[in-house]
């Protein structure tokens, strides 16, 4: 089979070649793959594992093999899958509880965008507890995260503020339900009871300052590749407020995300939730997708499709 596989050569990062094909194991089942997106993890990946590393997390097909011990989806069935490596390929195999159905009327592309980017959004919010009436702050709402967290928020009834760059392009976001967007974290109002920041940098500094007593602040990225300062002084007045440092996958027990991404899935099939794919193109040559994330020129995610 075929499969997107690192170069090592930073001026073309990736090439299609022939792989071997995957085995599953019990309690696994084997997509035949029909959609993937692009993480900016998974750029940074790219300039520094070595060459022959296979790199794909998010993905979304059709099962070809249902697990050999009888659990999980029928062959045929559509389905949005979360892999640690190796999924920018023809087929890969997955564990059942990281498998979920897709609903009529959600397309590949749309699951595809979930796995990473749609588990981040739903469990760093869950740290926030009952949103129903709290103030939520969002930096970087336009990206792939943040979309999803200022939707998920504002429809569980929480206030919320999006920070975006270019407020315009994330007009979309005000239909969620009660949303400010703000171009700098500077002019949020806070203070917040949940901050989920992505930004790093002046922004988590900024972000320290706005959070309320009791509150969180929830870390999960670093897109400015910047430091932020973290000071007594200027963290010490919020009482009993909580720096969290948050990973995907060490928020809960993995064999929930099969049940998480069912849950998003559904919401988008019935209109709640609307994934921003900012770019769509063939896995033929993905450098376009690659450079077009790295250089923020769209927003939302990158969505690379098998033909």
Known sequence: ???????????????????DEPTAGRGEAMLGVQAMSVNRGELRLLATRPEGWRPGQDVAGTIVQAAAD?????????VVALVDQAGWAERVVAPISRIAAIPE??????????????????????????LLGRSVLVTG???GVGQFAVQLAARQ???VTAISRNPERARALLASGE???????????GPFDLILESVGGDSLTQALRLVGRDGTVAVFGNSANAEGRVSFGGFAGHAHA???????????????????????AREIGSGKLTPQVGLEMSWRDPRAALEGLRERRFEGKAVLTID
């Open 1 to 19: 089979m075929r499969a997107l596989v690192a170069t090592g050569n930073p001026e073309r990062p990736l090439e299609a070649r022939d792989v």
């Open 70 to 78: 009888g659990s999980g989806p029928t062959i045929g069935t559509r």
């Open 105 to 130: 009327g959600v397309s590949f592309p749309q699951a595809a965008s979930l796995p990473v980017a749609g588990l981040t959004a739903l469990r760093a919010l869950r740290l926030g507890g009952m």
């Open 141 to 143: 709402a336009s990206g």
């Open 157 to 159: 009834g929480a206030r």
């Open 179 to 189: 949303v400010r967007i703000v171009a700098d974290i500077a002019a949020a109002e």
């Open 242 to 264: 909580t720096l969290y440092a948050f990973y995907v996958y060490e928020s809960g027990e993995p064999p929930t995300f099969g049940e998480d991404l069912g849950l998003l």
